[in-house]
Protein backbone atom coordinates (compact mmCIF):
# COMPACT_ATOMS: atom_id res chain seq x y z
CA UNK A 1 0.00 0.00 0.00
CA UNK A 2 1.15 3.86 -0.67
CA UNK A 3 0.90 6.86 1.68
CA UNK A 4 1.48 10.35 0.47
CA UNK A 5 3.07 13.78 0.93
CA UNK A 6 1.57 16.69 -0.39
CA UNK A 7 2.80 20.23 -0.64
CA UNK A 8 2.26 23.04 -3.09
CA UNK A 9 4.43 25.65 -5.14
CA UNK A 10 7.85 24.66 -3.51
CA UNK A 11 9.91 22.36 -6.04
CA UNK A 12 9.63 20.50 -9.47
CA UNK A 13 8.96 16.85 -9.69
CA UNK A 14 12.75 15.98 -9.84
CA UNK A 15 13.47 18.39 -7.09
CA UNK A 16 10.88 16.73 -4.95
CA UNK A 17 12.08 13.18 -5.40
CA UNK A 18 15.75 14.08 -4.72
CA UNK A 19 14.57 16.12 -1.41
CA UNK A 20 12.76 13.32 -0.12
CA UNK A 21 15.58 10.72 -1.60
CA UNK A 22 17.92 12.19 0.60
CA UNK A 23 15.27 12.60 3.65
CA UNK A 24 14.52 8.55 3.16
CA UNK A 25 18.42 7.87 2.71
CA UNK A 26 18.20 3.71 1.98
CA UNK A 27 16.56 1.85 -0.51
CA UNK A 28 13.56 0.42 1.58
CA UNK A 29 11.80 3.16 0.79
CA UNK A 30 10.96 3.72 -2.68
CA UNK A 31 10.27 7.17 -3.71
CA UNK A 32 8.27 8.56 -6.97
CA UNK A 33 6.87 11.76 -7.59
CA UNK A 34 4.59 13.17 -10.02
CA UNK A 35 2.91 16.81 -11.01
CA UNK A 36 -0.94 16.68 -11.47
CA UNK A 37 -2.56 19.84 -12.55
CA UNK A 38 -5.74 20.69 -10.28
CA UNK A 39 -5.63 24.33 -11.70
CA UNK A 40 -3.67 26.45 -9.33
CA UNK A 41 -1.68 25.91 -7.61
CA UNK A 42 -0.06 22.71 -9.24
CA UNK A 43 0.02 19.87 -6.44
CA UNK A 44 3.30 18.01 -6.55
CA UNK A 45 3.30 14.96 -4.35
CA UNK A 46 6.22 12.26 -3.46
CA UNK A 47 4.78 9.01 -2.95
CA UNK A 48 6.31 6.77 -0.96
CA UNK A 49 6.56 3.01 -0.03
CA UNK A 50 4.24 2.41 3.36
CA UNK A 51 0.59 2.48 4.45
CA UNK A 52 -2.21 4.64 5.32
CA UNK A 53 -2.11 6.35 9.06
CA UNK A 54 -5.98 4.94 8.64
CA UNK A 55 -4.88 1.66 8.19
CA UNK A 56 -2.35 1.34 10.93
CA UNK A 57 -4.80 3.00 13.16
CA UNK A 58 -6.71 -0.13 12.58
CA UNK A 59 -3.69 -2.34 12.83
CA UNK A 60 -1.38 -0.98 15.49
CA UNK A 61 -1.43 -0.60 19.16
CA UNK A 62 -1.62 2.61 21.29
CA UNK A 63 -0.14 2.57 25.13
CA UNK A 64 -2.72 3.73 27.67
CA UNK A 65 -2.84 3.97 31.56
CA UNK A 66 -5.39 1.77 32.96
CA UNK A 67 -6.39 5.25 35.05
CA UNK A 68 -7.10 6.97 31.58
CA UNK A 69 -8.97 4.01 30.11
CA UNK A 70 -11.50 3.74 32.93
CA UNK A 71 -11.92 7.54 32.63
CA UNK A 72 -13.02 8.02 29.08
CA UNK A 73 -10.16 7.34 27.33
CA UNK A 74 -11.38 4.06 26.46
CA UNK A 75 -14.32 5.35 24.92
CA UNK A 76 -12.60 7.96 23.03
CA UNK A 77 -10.44 5.16 21.61
CA UNK A 78 -13.22 3.40 20.20
CA UNK A 79 -14.59 6.90 18.79
CA UNK A 80 -11.36 7.12 17.06
CA UNK A 81 -10.37 3.42 15.94
CA UNK A 82 -7.75 3.27 17.74
CA UNK A 83 -6.51 0.06 19.62
CA UNK A 84 -5.57 0.64 23.23
CA UNK A 85 -2.77 -1.15 25.33
CA UNK A 86 -3.87 -0.68 28.81
CA UNK A 87 -1.36 -0.88 30.99
CA UNK A 88 -2.37 -1.78 34.85
CA UNK A 89 -0.36 -1.30 37.74
CA UNK A 90 -0.81 -1.89 41.83
CA UNK A 91 -3.29 0.90 41.83
CA UNK A 92 -5.75 -0.23 39.95
CA UNK A 93 -5.52 -3.77 40.90
CA UNK A 94 -6.37 -3.26 44.45
CA UNK A 95 -8.71 -0.88 43.17
CA UNK A 96 -11.16 -2.08 40.27
CA UNK A 97 -11.98 -5.49 39.57
CA UNK A 98 -11.97 -6.65 35.91
CA UNK A 99 -15.43 -7.22 36.03
CA UNK A 100 -16.18 -3.17 36.83
CA UNK A 101 -14.52 -3.32 33.04
CA UNK A 102 -17.09 -5.82 31.03
CA UNK A 103 -19.05 -3.40 29.51
CA UNK A 104 -16.27 -0.89 27.78
CA UNK A 105 -14.28 -4.32 27.12
CA UNK A 106 -17.02 -5.36 25.12
CA UNK A 107 -18.12 -2.09 23.62
CA UNK A 108 -13.99 -2.24 22.64
CA UNK A 109 -14.52 -5.70 21.07
CA UNK A 110 -18.06 -5.14 19.07
CA UNK A 111 -16.51 -2.32 17.31
CA UNK A 112 -13.83 -4.94 16.07
CA UNK A 113 -10.67 -3.39 18.32
CA UNK A 114 -7.99 -5.57 19.47
CA UNK A 115 -6.93 -5.64 23.03
CA UNK A 116 -3.56 -5.81 24.73
CA UNK A 117 -2.51 -5.67 28.17
CA UNK A 118 0.98 -4.64 29.78
CA UNK A 119 1.16 -6.08 33.57
CA UNK A 120 2.65 -4.17 36.09
CA UNK A 121 6.39 -4.03 37.16
CA UNK A 122 7.24 -1.60 39.48
CA UNK A 123 9.32 -3.48 41.97
CA UNK A 124 8.54 -6.73 41.15
CA UNK A 125 11.19 -9.57 40.47
CA UNK A 126 9.94 -13.21 39.47
CA UNK A 127 13.83 -13.55 39.88
CA UNK A 128 14.67 -11.88 43.11
CA UNK A 129 16.72 -14.12 45.59
CA UNK A 130 14.39 -12.50 48.24
CA UNK A 131 11.11 -14.99 48.75
CA UNK A 132 9.20 -11.87 49.88
CA UNK A 133 9.40 -10.38 46.59
CA UNK A 134 9.00 -13.24 44.49
CA UNK A 135 5.66 -14.23 46.84
CA UNK A 136 4.27 -10.16 45.77
CA UNK A 137 5.43 -10.98 42.39
CA UNK A 138 3.32 -14.66 42.12
CA UNK A 139 0.22 -12.54 44.23
CA UNK A 140 0.27 -9.54 41.74
CA UNK A 141 -0.05 -12.30 38.19
CA UNK A 142 -2.60 -14.30 40.06
CA UNK A 143 -4.21 -11.50 39.48
CA UNK A 144 -3.27 -9.96 36.63
CA UNK A 145 -4.75 -13.36 35.01
CA UNK A 146 -8.13 -12.52 36.24
CA UNK A 147 -8.11 -9.90 33.93
CA UNK A 148 -7.09 -11.80 31.06
CA UNK A 149 -10.06 -13.62 31.30
CA UNK A 150 -12.38 -10.69 30.77
CA UNK A 151 -10.19 -8.66 28.47
CA UNK A 152 -9.22 -11.63 25.96
CA UNK A 153 -5.82 -9.54 25.35
CA UNK A 154 -3.64 -10.65 22.54
CA UNK A 155 -0.97 -10.63 24.18
CA UNK A 156 -0.07 -10.02 27.76
CA UNK A 157 3.30 -7.66 28.29
CA UNK A 158 5.83 -8.47 30.90
CA UNK A 159 9.09 -6.99 31.86
CA UNK A 160 11.76 -9.51 31.90
CA UNK A 161 13.27 -7.45 34.75
CA UNK A 162 17.02 -8.54 34.65
CA UNK A 163 19.24 -5.55 35.73
CA UNK A 164 22.73 -6.64 35.49
CA UNK A 165 23.70 -4.00 38.34
CA UNK A 166 21.62 -5.60 40.63
CA UNK A 167 21.54 -9.18 39.76
CA UNK A 168 24.89 -9.44 38.17
CA UNK A 169 26.58 -11.38 40.78
CA UNK A 170 23.75 -14.22 40.89
CA UNK A 171 22.56 -14.01 37.60
CA UNK A 172 22.26 -18.02 37.40
CA UNK A 173 20.38 -18.12 40.38
CA UNK A 174 18.05 -15.42 39.33
CA UNK A 175 17.36 -16.70 35.92
CA UNK A 176 16.75 -20.22 36.75
CA UNK A 177 13.59 -18.94 39.23
CA UNK A 178 12.80 -16.11 36.65
CA UNK A 179 12.53 -19.07 34.03
CA UNK A 180 10.58 -21.22 36.33
CA UNK A 181 7.90 -18.15 37.13
CA UNK A 182 7.59 -17.63 33.46
CA UNK A 183 6.90 -21.27 32.10
CA UNK A 184 4.49 -21.47 34.81
CA UNK A 185 2.38 -18.17 33.88
CA UNK A 186 2.52 -18.91 30.16
CA UNK A 187 0.97 -22.88 31.15
CA UNK A 188 -1.69 -21.14 33.11
CA UNK A 189 -2.20 -18.86 30.07
CA UNK A 190 -2.77 -22.20 27.52
CA UNK A 191 -5.74 -22.65 25.72
CA UNK A 192 -6.35 -18.67 25.75
CA UNK A 193 -6.10 -16.24 23.09
CA UNK A 194 -3.47 -14.08 24.70
CA UNK A 195 0.56 -14.86 24.56
CA UNK A 196 3.18 -13.81 27.11
CA UNK A 197 5.91 -11.74 25.88
CA UNK A 198 8.90 -10.74 27.74
CA UNK A 199 10.12 -6.86 27.45
CA UNK A 200 13.63 -5.63 27.65
CA UNK A 201 14.56 -2.35 29.64
CA UNK A 202 17.67 -2.38 31.75
CA UNK A 203 19.47 -5.58 29.83
CA UNK A 204 22.56 -4.01 28.45
CA UNK A 205 23.13 -6.72 25.55
CA UNK A 206 20.26 -9.14 23.64
CA UNK A 207 22.44 -11.89 24.78
CA UNK A 208 21.17 -10.98 28.72
CA UNK A 209 17.56 -11.73 26.68
CA UNK A 210 18.28 -14.74 24.88
CA UNK A 211 19.74 -16.74 27.67
CA UNK A 212 16.17 -16.19 29.74
CA UNK A 213 14.39 -17.33 26.02
CA UNK A 214 16.43 -20.43 25.40
CA UNK A 215 16.07 -21.08 29.09
CA UNK A 216 12.36 -21.30 28.70
CA UNK A 217 12.01 -23.13 25.80
CA UNK A 218 8.38 -22.11 25.49
CA UNK A 219 6.51 -22.21 22.41
CA UNK A 220 3.76 -19.59 24.04
CA UNK A 221 6.50 -17.13 24.62
CA UNK A 222 7.45 -14.01 22.46
CA UNK A 223 9.57 -11.16 22.74
CA UNK A 224 9.03 -7.76 22.78
CA UNK A 225 11.71 -5.76 21.34
CA UNK A 226 11.41 -2.26 22.78
CA UNK A 227 13.18 -0.07 20.63
CA UNK A 228 13.46 3.42 23.06
CA UNK A 229 14.41 0.78 25.88
CA UNK A 230 17.43 -0.10 24.38
CA UNK A 231 18.57 3.26 22.70
CA UNK A 232 17.81 4.83 26.51
CA UNK A 233 19.58 1.29 28.54
CA UNK A 234 21.51 -0.75 26.34
CA UNK A 235 25.30 -1.10 25.91
CA UNK A 236 25.05 -3.10 22.57
CA UNK A 237 23.76 -1.05 19.24
CA UNK A 238 20.01 -1.81 18.22
CA UNK A 239 20.73 -4.05 15.10
CA UNK A 240 22.61 -6.62 17.35
CA UNK A 241 19.30 -6.58 19.34
CA UNK A 242 17.52 -7.43 16.52
CA UNK A 243 19.97 -10.12 14.52
CA UNK A 244 20.47 -11.92 17.90
CA UNK A 245 16.61 -12.11 19.18
CA UNK A 246 14.87 -11.80 15.82
CA UNK A 247 13.37 -15.74 15.92
CA UNK A 248 11.85 -14.39 19.41
CA UNK A 249 10.33 -11.36 18.26
CA UNK A 250 6.42 -11.14 18.88
CA UNK A 251 6.02 -7.41 19.74
CA UNK A 252 7.46 -4.28 19.35
CA UNK A 253 7.26 -0.98 21.48
CA UNK A 254 7.77 2.02 19.37
CA UNK A 255 8.74 5.26 20.83
CA UNK A 256 12.08 7.46 19.91
CA UNK A 257 14.52 9.26 22.69
CA UNK A 258 18.07 11.07 22.73
CA UNK A 259 19.53 7.83 23.47
CA UNK A 260 20.57 8.55 27.50
CA UNK A 261 16.79 9.07 29.00
CA UNK A 262 13.66 7.19 28.54
CA UNK A 263 11.66 9.81 27.12
CA UNK A 264 8.73 8.22 24.99
CA UNK A 265 9.03 10.66 22.37
CA UNK A 266 6.94 9.96 18.82
CA UNK A 267 8.80 8.50 16.09
CA UNK A 268 11.64 10.47 14.21
CA UNK A 269 11.72 13.16 17.28
CA UNK A 270 14.68 11.47 18.54
CA UNK A 271 18.04 9.69 17.57
CA UNK A 272 16.87 6.25 16.72
CA UNK A 273 17.60 5.42 13.08
CA UNK A 274 13.91 3.97 12.58
CA UNK A 275 14.58 3.28 8.67
CA UNK A 276 17.96 0.94 9.32
CA UNK A 277 15.63 -0.54 11.57
CA UNK A 278 12.91 -0.88 10.05
CA UNK A 279 14.93 -1.78 7.18
CA UNK A 280 16.73 -4.87 8.36
CA UNK A 281 13.78 -6.07 10.72
CA UNK A 282 11.44 -6.84 7.59
CA UNK A 283 14.06 -8.34 5.91
CA UNK A 284 14.32 -10.97 8.95
CA UNK A 285 10.19 -11.21 9.38
CA UNK A 286 8.46 -11.69 6.67
CA UNK A 287 4.98 -10.00 8.82
CA UNK A 288 4.85 -7.56 11.08
CA UNK A 289 4.40 -9.12 14.96
CA UNK A 290 2.18 -6.49 17.01
CA UNK A 291 3.34 -3.40 17.36
CA UNK A 292 2.27 -0.92 20.33
CA UNK A 293 2.72 2.88 19.67
CA UNK A 294 4.22 4.44 23.00
CA UNK A 295 4.19 7.96 22.91
CA UNK A 296 3.70 9.61 26.72
CA UNK A 297 2.49 12.85 25.43
CA UNK A 298 -0.79 12.69 23.75
CA UNK A 299 -0.04 15.44 21.39
CA UNK A 300 2.67 12.95 19.75
CA UNK A 301 0.48 9.88 18.76
CA UNK A 302 -0.67 11.37 15.14
CA UNK A 303 3.18 12.18 14.50
CA UNK A 304 4.11 8.63 15.39
CA UNK A 305 1.63 7.73 13.17
CA UNK A 306 2.31 9.38 10.14
CA UNK A 307 6.13 8.83 10.45
CA UNK A 308 5.34 4.92 10.85
CA UNK A 309 2.95 5.25 7.66
CA UNK A 310 5.92 6.24 5.93
CA UNK A 311 8.75 3.78 7.09
CA UNK A 312 6.24 0.90 7.32
CA UNK A 313 8.27 -2.09 5.09
CA UNK A 314 5.69 -4.98 5.05
Known amino acids: MTGSIRFFNVCSAAECCEFYTKRYHNDMINVTCQETGTGSPVVRE ?5 ITVENLRRIVQVNLPFRLFIDGYGESFIQQGLNPEIGLDAAALDRFQPRDCLPLVRKLQEAGRTITLHAPFTDLSPGSPDEAIRDVTRRRFRQILEWVAVFEPKTLVAHANYD ?3 YGPFKWGWLKRSVSFWRALADR ?3 SPTRLVLENV ?9 HIFEAIDHPEIGFCLDVGHQSAFGHAPLERWVDVMAPFIRQLHLHDNDGRTDQHLAIGAGTIDFPAFFKLLSS ?13 REGDLEPALEALSVLWPW
Open 189 to 191: LKG
Open 164 to 166: VTR
Open 202 to 210: YEWTPENMK
Open 284 to 296: LLATPPVITLEPH
Open 46 to 50: AIVKG
